[in-house]
């Protein structure tokens, strides 16, 4: 949105002249603005019935993993020395090919501290992926395991195992 320029702009009693310096400085940072994402901060899966502790916890978790993924965290201090401990805990198996089956198999253990989960990643005959989230409010057991059918087409099989509900789902993944 763009503003007339003023002829005249006065601030505070003593009528002082607001320069036109001042002014483009407020304009260019006006204009450069970012939107926040809100996604990134409030969870948008909430089942009706959540209790309102439910709801603060898992913005708070959001919110919370949000900051510790952004750049501004991981140049910090503590974010330098939390991905030198999550690099640490990293590990990764590989079994080279056999003639019999001519597939590579890898699997990638990995412990992600500040975003609370564990995984073991496999590829191989297929792409599979294991989380366990270590909160205790969420004590929640994920496996998803994918088939490339074409370079544009996946099948995708996944699991999700909470304290009070198991979900199972297949999905047909299209990429454009």
């Not at 496996?143 to 047909?172: C, G, M, P």
Request: aromatic residues 14%; hydrophobic residues 35%; charged residues 20%.
């Amino acid at each position: 949105m763009a503003f007339a320029a003023p002829s005249k702009v006065f601030y505070g009693k003593d009528s002082d002249m607001i320069s036109p310096e001042m002014i483009a400085t407020y304009n260019k940072i006006k204009s450069s603005e970012t939107h926040i994402d809100v996604q990134k901060f409030i969870p948008i899966d909430f089942q009706p019935g959540c209790t309102s502790a439910t709801v603060m916890s898992r913005v708070a978790d959001k919110s919370l993993q949000t900051f510790f993924s952004s750049q501004t965290f991981k140049q910090t201090p503590l974010g330098v020395a939390s991905h030198q401990v999550e690099e640490a805990v990293k590990t990764d198996v590989v079994i080279n090919k056999t003639e019999a089956t001519g597939v590579q198999h890898k699997f990638q253990f990995s412990l992600q501290a500040f975003q609370n989960y564990a995984q073991i990643q496999y590829t191989g005959f297929g792409k599979a992926a294991f989380k366990y989230y270590l909160d205790q409010s969420k004590n929640r057991l994920s496996f998803e395991y994918t088939e490339n059918i074409t370079n544009k087409q996946k099948f995708i099989f996944s699991h999700t195992q909470k304290r009070l509900d198991d979900i199972s789902q297949v999905a047909w993944a299209l990429d454009f």
